[in-house]
T-cell receptor
Framework: DVKVTQSSRYLVKRTGEKVFLECVQD?????MFWYRQDPGLGLRLIYF???????EKGDIPEGYSVSREKKERFSLILESASTNQTSMYLC????????????FGPGTRLTVL | LAKTTQPISMDSYEGQEVNITCSHN???????ITWYQQFPSQGPRFIIQ???TKVTNEVASLFIPADRKSSTLSLPRVSLSDTAVYYC?????????????FGKGTHLIIQP
């Protein structure tokens, strides 16, 4: 079974803190993704990585950065967390292109106070 | 970029067949159609993918007419556990992430 794991299910941080969300996949997939999901807004792509050290901005990259130093790991970084970044964050991976089957992690519910 | 339109919500009853239609009027030649299912507090899960005509697996069927401007996900004999949000995506399986938008999906509610 493909496994995509995320470092935390729940996280509470304070405004202005630097936040790291980690995602690891065990299927040697080239592509990895970070999404956020908010009620009424659906699932929105933040960043996409198609190879180590390679990244593409998604629909809502403002306020976020990413790091992919190893193929299996993709990190989402909130440089200075704000309350409007309170959300559910979902990581996914896929082989081949982004429109092939994506495997999702369980999500991290981040609350910024 | 192929944009999709699907109903916000649908209701049905256990044992019924449910059909969810997705419109994608400007689908491109190389685009595939993919459906995902999401339960509360979980990430989406791939259900089915197709290019044209009909695709069937153990979970669902996907019907795509000749003009490919729409597609219909068919769930046979639904149960309460099929209550979930269903997303339709359209894009080039060999391309980049342009147009990779899950949107709001269709919230399917199955009643006893």
């Amino acid at each position: 079974d493909v496994k995509v794991t995320q470092s935390s299910r729940y996280l509470v941080k304070r405004t202005g803190e630097k936040v790291f969300l980690e995602c690891v996949q065990d299927m040697d997939h080239e592509n990895m993704f970070w999404y956020r999901q908010d009620p009424g807004l659906g699932l929105r792509l933040i960043y996409f990585s198609y190879d180590v050290k390679m990244k593409e901005k998604g629909d809502i990259p403002e306020g976020y950065s990413v790091s992919r130093e190893k193929k299996e790991r993709f990190s989402l970084i909130l440089e200075s967390a704000s309350t409007n970044q309170t959300s559910m964050y979902l990581c996914a991976s896929s082989s081949m292109g982004p429109f092939n089957e994506q495997f999702f992690g369980p999500g991290t519910r981040l609350t910024v106070l | 970029l192929a944009k999709t339109t699907q109903p916000i919500s649908m209701d049905s009853y256990e044992g019924q067949e449910v059909n969810i239609t997705c419109s994608h009027n400007n689908i491109a030649t190389n685009d595939y159609i993919t459906w995902y299912q999401q339960f509360p507090s979980q990430g989406p899960r791939f259900i089915i993918q197709g290019y044209k005509t009909k695709v069937t697996n153990e979970v669902a069927s996907l019907f795509i007419p000749a003009d490919r401007k729409s597609s219909t996900l068919s769930l046979p004999r639904v149960s309460l556990s099929d209550t979930a949000v269903y997303y339709c995506l359209v894009g080039d399986s060999g391309g980049g992430a342009d147009g990779l938008t899950f949107g709001k999906g269709t919230h399917l509610i199955i009643q006893p």
